[in-house]
């Protein structure tokens, strides 16, 4: 490959999406679309996101790169992506799209850069390791066959639950309104900021943010989005959520968090078992989630459930220097 002749250029979304996803969809733990693509990327436009493709000399899109805000709590970090088609590795072209990143990061005064890669590319792990990158954390993924399930395994659970004074609700049965999004907000972040492994810092920068990269996405369904309240209190305890994401074969339990103060109360497991019975009315046969390697809690809780392991991703950085 004569990279002399390799064109790097803004990404086009009508040109270029449905290849990006594509690729995407070989690397990522979840499928993506030109649809599901664009959708996000249109989010994440007001921080500055950036797709590049590199085209040979007949246009034809070989590999793309990608820099985006990754959480806005954190200054200065920004997520990467990085991938170039099978056919075309090993030819230099990954670097060429990486120093073509490391330029990007430079005008974007960037400090620290994330890469995710799949525990089972070792070609990717070398790649990124090579290059200055450490692993941060790994992610756990898991697999629910729906067809074991069991509805009456914990129904005792809940329904001493209950005796016990919490309510089983979901976001739609609240409305949707602004006052139950906010208290979804601050669970959400509560949760997420205290979890085994987390790092002190919450996942959402404000409601608004909050508003923007969850509620108004298509993949947020309010009748999945389930929520235990300690009726004595008023307080909300536990929340768990699922959906199908555009483009897949299976329903995703997306986050599953309970308030500190609530811990150990089998709240989760209750909330979870709610995010399957709904998974049954979905039309899917598997359900698939994810954990911070360190959550032993909560991968502990999807095992007794029934979910198996699979392979799950690394969350590489890199700081910059200045």
């Not at 009508?14 to 979840?30: M, N, P, V, Y």
């Not at 246009?59 to 985006?68: A, C, D, R, S, T």
């Not at 309510?167 to 669970?187: H, I, P, S, V, W």
């Not at 074969?249 to 909330?271: E, I, M, P």
Request: proline share 3%; glycine share 8%; net charge negative.
């Amino acid at each position: 490959m004569d990279l002399t002749k390799i064109n790097i250029q803004p990404a086009d979304p009508g040109r270029d999406f449905a290849t990006i996803a594509a690729l995407l969809t070989t690397q990522e733990t979840e499928p993506s679309t030109a649809e599901s693509l664009l959708e996000w990327y249109g989010k994440q436009s007001a921080d500055g996101i950036h797709f590049s493709v590199a085209l040979s000399p007949d246009g034809k899109l070989l590999g793309f790169n990608g820099i985006y805000r990754e959480n806005l709590n954190y200054d200065r970090l920004y997520g990467l992506y990085l991938i170039v088609e099978q056919e075309s590795r090993g030819q230099g072209l990954g670097s060429l799209l990486y120093n073509n990143l490391l330029d990007q990061a430079a005008e974007l005064d960037a400090r620290i850069l994330k890469f995710r890669v799949r525990d089972t590319c070792e070609e990717g792990l070398r790649f990124a390791t090579q290059r200055g990158f450490t692993v941060k954390k790994h992610s756990i993924e898991m697999m629910f066959d729906l067809k074991a399930w069991d509805g009456s395994r914990y129904e005792p659970t809940l329904q001493s639950l209950k005796a016990q004074g919490f309510c089983f609700t979901n976001m739609a049965e609240l409305g949707d309104t602004q006052e139950a999004r906010r208290k979804l907000y601050t669970l959400n972040n509560d949760a997420a900021a205290t979890d085994p492994g987390s790092d002190g810092v919450p996942p959402w920068a404000s409601f608004e943010e909050f508003e923007r990269y969850v509620c108004s996405r298509s993949w947020y369904h309010p009748d999945a989005q389930f929520i235990a309240i300690d009726t004595h209190t008023g307080e909300w305890a536990a929340m768990s959520a699922i959906t199908i994401f555009e483009g897949s074969d299976h329903a995703y339990n997306l986050f599953t968090g309970t308030d500190v103060r609530y811990r150990g109360r089998k709240l989760a497991q209750a909330v979870k078992w709610l995010a399957l019975r709904k998974a049954l009315t979905l039309g899917v046969d598997t359900v698939r989630t994810s954990h911070n390697s360190e959550n032993v809690a909560m991968i502990a809780i999807d095992t007794k459930l029934g979910y198996v392991r699979t392979p799950g991703t690394f969350s590489m950085v890199k700081e910059l220097g200045g």
